[in-house]
């Protein structure tokens, strides 16, 4: 079983995307919203550790709305899928049960 | 699949709660349950009827209102919470002998244990803070 | 059938009242049958500092709260050891003695076991 | 000196109203003026009139309201802050359509340039958010 | 006499409202008499960037509202070059184009220059 | 003329004291409170940052109440100084202005 971990805080800012990916397991999932999408560009903060999970079976998702919303849609680092609210309610069907940080 | 959401944040203040009513769209829309809303902590505040947002703005309020309308949706504010943050009832506003109540309708002041039962009968839980 | 629910608890007492309203869901959360743990993590374990003095800022004592868990009970009590280590917090210095000390690896474990996170 | 202070934070969610409330007891005990305290963003909050806090915990809208009566304070919500987050006077609950006002005594609503001439005014301001 | 008033502006748009009621400052302040400034930072350079969309989230858009800064007639709008460079935000990629970009040591001297601060 | 630096966030959750230090002046204060105060003991982030700043003139108080409230006085770093409100507003009075951070 797995877990979906959400990120809702600027990586820049807070902690909390570190401390997710420290504890995160194989076959998890990462969903990037609301601040925690300025994770997904490709100077983020830990973005070489993230990319280092994503190779090891991790699978990062940004909420594609949020992207937009603060125009960084040009800026995103490789291997992270976009999704919508529905694709999100899917992500958390998908895994046992859903872990929000922030 | 039995869904049940807790709010932790305040409306406007933060983007939370808009992920929240967001998410719920989205559950409803694939023909799930939603069992129950929790507001808790500041989310508490996503219960008043008096937050007079321009017009030009999205007011979360009413759409918590339309939506639990449209879907028969149990939306259950934290007494504890509410209370601490000025989110009071007809009942509650007698007892704390306040001169006026704010709770907007649809929404249901009850206890914490609310959210616990919402975790033992839903099939998932989604928190936003 | 009884379900397994997890708190979590990350942040720091007193700044922010996360922490004190995430101890009374774990307390609410005690009389129903269910498999209720609670892990304390990143600045969450600083609220198992001994010593803590909050009357000092008209605060209720977070220390003072913790043993009720145990009396409530609620038997799984985790600590994040690389979160007690950051902070150089001895196990001597923790107001609970019943702490399940977990690495980041057991942690990633024990979410995966949960049917629900409660994350605070 | 005169100091004016801004507070932008909720009361009891967030430690930094009492810190704010606390300094300003500082300033009065050592003579200085308090020209105005000017709350902003979620601060907004410590002005409701309906936070029922347990007995035996602290409650920072009465204090702040027992601070203003003895010092003669000019405590000051802004309104675009207070509409959106539902903390209202009786006249814009009556502009608004609203069923009732929860604005607490000594509190006033005013524009956020009551802010600025405070800082015009003041030796000193002192955030906290 | 008029008093040199900085506004700091730290905070990611859009996530928290603390941008956008920063900037609502800054405007109300443009009608004192006053030498009004406004320093972008740490996440708040985010708010420059061009292409924000946000009627995806039904907010109102930052990028459009920061021109009227100029307009009320705000002269001096600092960015902090240390924050654009973390996050890899080029000049070009900014919606405003009077930007004075300072680094550490010159924010640290407009900070001490300033009769108030005021931060978000 | 010099600043006073205010910091209410613990610099194990926030990057505001990081911040803060990157672009304080000599003679500046740095006042820590609420859990900013974490920033005050010896295992902190940046907590040998903060030494060396101290060594080249800035001042660091932290809120004796708030290390109390929070069980820290065992555990505090040299050379910071505790102080009450009374001396916190003194502060504000000895520098020009007062940027608070969080």
Chains 1, 6 share one sequence.
Not at chain 1, 24 to 50: H, K, M, Q, R, W
Not at chain 2, 83 to 105: I, T
Not at chain 3, 1 to 17: D, V
């Amino acid at each position: 079983m797995s877990t979906l971990h959400t990120i809702n805080k600027s990586p820049y800012s807070h902690n909390t995307l570190t401390s997710c990916l420290a504890v995160c397991s194989e076959n998890d999932g990462i969903l990037l919203l609301e601040d925690g999408v300025f994770g997904a560009i490709t100077s983020a903060p830990v973005a070489d550790e993230l990319q280092k999970l994503i190779q090891n079976g991790i699978s990062v998702f940004a909420l594609i709305s949020d992207i937009k919303a603060r125009g960084l849609e040009d800026k995103l680092a490789p291997n992270i899928k976009l999704v919508d609210y529905n694709i999100f309610v899917q992500l958390t069907i998908n895994h046992r049960s859903v872990q929000s940080w922030y | 699949m039995i869904f049940s959401l807790a709010v932790y944040a305040a409306p406007y203040s933060s983007q939370a709660s808009y992920s929240a009513y967001k998410f719920a769209m989205a559950t409803l829309e694939q023909g799930h349950k939603l069992h129950r809303i929790f507001f808790y902590q500041d989310g508490a505040h996503n219960a008043t009827n008096l937050a007079s947002p321009p017009q030009d703005e999205f007011n979360l309020q009413q759409a918590w209102q339309s939506l639990a309308k449209d879907h028969n949706l149990d939306l259950v504010v934290c007494i504890a919470a509410a209370l601490r943050r000025g989110v009071l009832n007809e009942s509650e506003a007698k007892r704390y002998n306040k001169p006026s109540h704010n709770l907007a309708d649809e929404f249901t002041i009850s206890g914490l244990g609310q959210l616990v039962e919402a975790a033992v009968v839903s099939d998932r839980l989604i928190s936003f803070g | 059938m009884s379900k397994k629910i997890l708190l979590i608890s990350r942040q720091a007492p007193y700044g922010k009242s996360t922490a004190r309203e995430a101890i009374d869901i774990a307390l609410a959360a005690s009389v129903y049958d269910q498999d209720i743990g609670i892990l304390f993590m990143d600045d969450g374990v600083f609220q198992l500092l001994k010593n803590q003095q909050s009357n000092q800022i008209d605060q209720k004592n977070i220390a003072s709260i913790l043993p009720a868990l145990a009396l409530y009970g609620i038997e799984n009590i985790y600590a994040h050891q690389e979160s007690l280590n950051a902070r150089a917090i001895r196990a001597d210095e923790l107001i609970l003695d019943n702490l399940q000390l977990l690495n980041n690896k057991d942690v990633g474990s024990l979410l995966n076991q949960q049917d629900h996170l409660l994350s605070f």
